[in-house]
């Protein structure tokens, strides 16, 4: 059964924003570290921001200041909102737990580009 559902991306120019959500199962939601990771063409995937159960937050360097994690547990949602984006940025984002990860979701593209 499908248990992450990813969404949100789109093209944005450089310095602009966007919001991506991920809708997960409850069975594992409200128990479960989440995170967001990203893979760019040609690179491996990564860690960008890391949520826990009870809301501490952690970021890769790179987006550190720019993105921001958080979840809705009534919703079993977790959300990235990623602020001054740069071309950098531009990759399939994916949603899973932050430790022992679950069959990955589709991910949902961004592409920073003017």
């Known amino acids: 059964q499908v248990q992450l559902v990813e969404s949100g991306g789109g093209l944005v120019q450089p310095g602009g924003s966007l919001r991506l959500s991920c809708a997960a199962s409850r069975s594992f939601f409200s128990f479960s570290a989440m995170a967001w990771y990203r893979q760019a063409p040609g690179k491996q995937r990564e860690l960008v921001a890391e949520?826990?159960?009870?809301?501490?937050?952690n970021y890769a360097d790179s987006v550190k200041g720019r993105f921001a994690i958080s979840r809705d547990s009534a919703k079993n949602t977790v959300f990235l909102q990623m602020n001054r984006l740069k071309p950098e940025d531009t990759a399939v984002y994916y949603c899973?737990?932050?430790?022992?990860?679950?069959?990955w979701g589709q991910g949902t593209q961004v592409t920073v580009s003017s």
């Open positions: 949520i826990t159960t009870g809301g501490s937050t």
């Open positions: 899973n737990k932050a430790s022992y990860p679950l069959s």
